[in-house]
């Protein structure tokens, strides 16, 4: 059966204060309302994930909440330390590693790993950019989640607030 994976950059967070740790920031209201669109585009394009993973900071975690309010999705957001930050391949290890019971995942996380995982995932010479709340989605003909690779998946739908 075909996987199906969307990767998603958190909304627009608060600006860097010196006296909070980047890792708490929050959605700004243009972020909440981007999350809430964005929840609302991937329910009309038929997206609805078998799980949803997201970064433990708190502006992936509200990005999470929202767009999982808006598709009515009642399952867990899986909170992942190790998505903060996270480079590529650490994205990539995470989808790796999904049991076998999902066939749809929305993955939750920063800038720049989102984008270069993106990128080298679709195969395309150029730089893709993932904006804040952008969404990448993806279709794999591979087997199993730790045999995703670029010559089985396809970038399928690109959008953004």
């Known amino acids: 059966m075909n996987k199906r994976f969307v990767i998603i950059r958190h909304a627009i967070a608060s600006d860097f204060e ?3 740790k980047d890792f708490d920031r929050s959605l ?3 972020g909440i309302e981007d999350a809430k669109l964005m929840g609302k585009k991937l329910l009309s394009y038929g997206l609805i994930p078998d799980r949803i993973v ?3 900071s708190l502006r992936t975690q509200q990005t999470a909440k929202l767009i999982a309010d808006s598709l009515g999705y009642k399952g867990e957001i899986h909170s992942i330390d190790k998505l903060y930050n996270a ?3 650490v994205i990539e290890e995470n989808l790796n590693a999904l049991s076998e019971d999902c066939t749809t995942v929305f993955l939750i996380a920063h800038n720049p ?3 270069q995982f993106v990128t080298d995932i ?3 010479d150029l730089y893709i950019n993932m904006a804040p709340c952008s969404i990448a989605v993806f279709e794999s003909t591979a087997e199993k989640w730790f045999l995703l690779d670029k010559n089985n998946t396809s970038l399928i739908k690109f959008d953004a607030p």
């Open 18 to 20: 010196i006296e909070k």
């Open 28 to 30: 700004q209201k243009v």
């Open 113 to 115: 790993g989102v984008s």
């Open 122 to 124: 679709s195969g395309q």
């Open 87 to 89: 480079s590529e391949i």
């Open 54 to 56: 997201a970064s433990a």
